[in-house]
């Protein structure tokens, strides 16, 4: 009951076939990260991005580099 509290594991993720993308509104500027299904083409929407540090942490928990990152709008 008392104790320390346990991070909860990651998100089971299988990054084969998928895009990761920034999906950026043109009337808000609002950002969201997430990815794109190669064979459906579906985005999975994941994090809001609202510094650079939110978008570093999506690109290492997700193990995709920035050069890989497309851009929406």
Request: hydrophobic content about 35%; overall charge positive; some cysteine.
């Amino acid at each position: 009951m008392f104790g320390k509290k346990h991070k909860a594991a990651g998100p089971v993720f299988d990054p084969t076939g998928k895009t990761p993308v920034i999906r950026a509104s043109i009337c808000t500027g609002e950002k969201v990260a997430g990815w794109r299904d190669g064979d459906t083409g579906r985005f999975t929407e994941v994090m809001l991005i609202r510094t650079d540090a939110d978008l570093r942490r999506f690109l290492t928990d997700y193990g995709f580099r920035e050069e890989d990152l497309k851009h929406e709008w």
